[in-house]
């Protein structure tokens, strides 16, 4: 990764241009910096999880959005498709996505769709709604997991930006207990700072006999795993009640070995949750400015500038917030 300097861009028909005042990096973003995410390929600004103010629009007629503040949704979808008319706007078939598809927000400024914008309070902290897009990430995942569990256990493997988000929505969601996994100290020093008080080391902990103290007889009904690599989808399947579901968010690694015949006779529902629609991009965006999701406690900030040094403390494992929140 390079920090170099480009002309300003200028907004066309139907555009803004939007002066970052917040950006996450997200654990994407990591693979596609490690080269392990084929739909990030360089040259890329990156960034698709931000806030900003809109400077410049492309049109006369959107005068009166200058100066608003914004976040954004980064899921283009074209309309038109099967899925798009069916609602699945989210499985388009001809998606794009801002920081993918076309240059994101690791910069000064972004151009953005006028329908990817969303207005929020002047007074909210840039960085609390730069969380919208991780949220509705989170929000979807973990609604579709308790979907057919009232009260559920739920376990949810990775306490960076998503796994934590997804705990803190598993709560608000009526959750009886949830526990989250990881294999950082610190990490899971923090998630129990800011009130996730059941945890468990997954590589210190037999994590079969820390569930059974945490769940008791009633057991896990749900387990969201927010890494997504071989040995964190195993444990799913095998720490899950029969009948429970087991919500893949995590992109670790693309193919992974999996008891199929064990998911087939204990009936245990296996899904994937990429991002989301555009109802649960709101109603993240109404949880943060309700203040009902907050990045206190989790979060740090730093300069997009240094965005390289995050960037290689990440992948060495010393960050132990669970969220990297960029200031350009």
Same mark, same amino acid.
């Given at each position: 990764m390079?920090?170099? %300097?480009?002309?300003? #861009? @200028? #907004?066309?028909?139907?555009?803004? &241009?939007?002066?970052?005042?917040?950006?996450?990096?997200?654990?994407s973003?990591?693979?596609?910096?490690l080269?392990?995410?084929?739909?990030?390929?360089?040259? &890329?600004?990156?960034?698709h =999880?931000?806030?900003?103010?809109?400077?410049?629009?492309?049109?006369?007629?959107?005068?009166?959005?200058?100066?608003?503040?914004?976040?954004?949704?980064?899921? @283009?979808?074209?309309?038109?498709? %099967?899925?798009?008319?069916?609602?699945?706007?989210?499985?388009? =078939?001809?998606?794009?996505?801002?920081?993918?598809?076309?240059?994101?927000?690791?910069?000064?400024?972004?151009?953005?769709?006028?329908?990817?914008?969303i207005?929020?309070?002047e007074?909210?902290?840039?960085?609390?709604?730069?969380?919208? =897009? #991780?949220?509705?990430?989170s929000?979807?995942?973990?609604?579709?997991?308790?979907?057919?569990?009232?009260?559920?256990?739920?376990?949810?493997?990775?306490?960076?930006? +998503?796994?934590?988000?997804?705990?803190?929505i598993?709560?608000?969601?009526?959750?009886?207990?949830?526990m989250?996994?990881?294999?950082?100290?610190?990490r899971?020093?923090?998630?129990?700072? @800011?009130?996730?008080?059941?945890?468990?080391?997954?590589?210190?902990?037999?994590?079969?006999?820390?569930?059974?103290?945490?769940?008791?007889s009633?057991g896990?009904?749900?387990?969201?795993?927010?890494?997504?690599?071989?040995t964190?989808?195993?444990?799913?399947i095998?720490?899950?009640?029969?009948?429970?579901?087991f919500?893949n968010?995590?992109?670790g690694?693309e193919?992974?070995?999996?008891?199929?015949?064990? &998911?087939?006779?204990?009936?245990?529902?296996?899904?994937?949750?990429?991002?989301?629609?555009?109802?649960?991009?709101? %109603?993240?965006? %109404?949880?943060?400015?309700?203040?009902? +999701?907050?990045?206190?406690?989790?979060?740090?900030?730093?300069?997009?500038?240094?965005?390289?040094?995050?960037?290689?403390?990440?992948?060495?494992?010393?960050?132990?917030?669970?969220?990297?929140?960029?200031? #350009?």
């Open positions: 390079i920090w170099e %300097d480009r002309e300003r #861009p @200028i #907004p066309e028909d139907g555009e803004l &241009l939007v002066r970052i005042e917040a950006v996450g990096i997200c654990g973003e990591i693979e596609g910096y080269g392990h995410n084929s739909l990030r390929k360089p040259p &890329l600004i990156m960034g =999880e931000f806030c900003g103010i809109i400077e410049q629009v492309g049109n006369k007629e959107n005068d009166v959005l200058i100066g608003r503040k914004i976040v954004v949704n980064p899921l @283009i979808f074209c309309g038109q498709c %099967d899925r798009c008319r069916q609602g699945s706007t989210q499985l388009c =078939e001809s998606r794009k996505i801002i920081g993918i598809h076309m240059p994101g927000a690791f910069a000064r400024w972004a151009i953005v769709p006028v329908a990817a914008a207005e929020v309070p007074s909210m902290n840039s960085f609390r709604a730069a969380l919208a =897009e #991780p949220l509705a990430c929000l979807r995942a973990t609604r579709r997991a308790m979907d057919r569990h009232a009260f559920a256990n739920v376990v949810v493997i990775g306490a960076g930006g +998503i796994g934590l988000l997804c705990a803190k598993a709560k608000l969601l009526g959750a009886s207990k949830v989250i996994v990881d294999t950082n100290p610190e899971l020093k923090m998630c129990r700072a @800011i009130g996730m008080e059941e945890t468990a080391n997954a590589r210190e902990d037999n994590l079969e006999e820390r569930t059974k103290q945490t769940f008791g009633k896990i009904d749900v387990v969201i795993d927010a890494a997504g690599f071989q964190t989808r195993e444990s799913a095998k720490l899950l009640n029969p009948g429970g579901t919500m968010i995590g992109l690694i193919e992974t070995v999996l008891p199929i015949n064990y &998911l087939i006779r204990h009936e245990i529902e296996l899904l994937g949750s990429f991002c989301y629609s555009r109802q649960d991009f709101q %109603d993240a965006v %109404d949880l943060l400015v309700a203040g009902r +999701i907050t990045e206190t406690g989790w979060t740090e900030i730093r300069s997009l500038a240094d965005g390289y040094e995050a960037f290689a403390q990440l992948v060495a494992g010393k960050v132990t917030n669970g969220k990297i929140l960029m200031k #350009p």
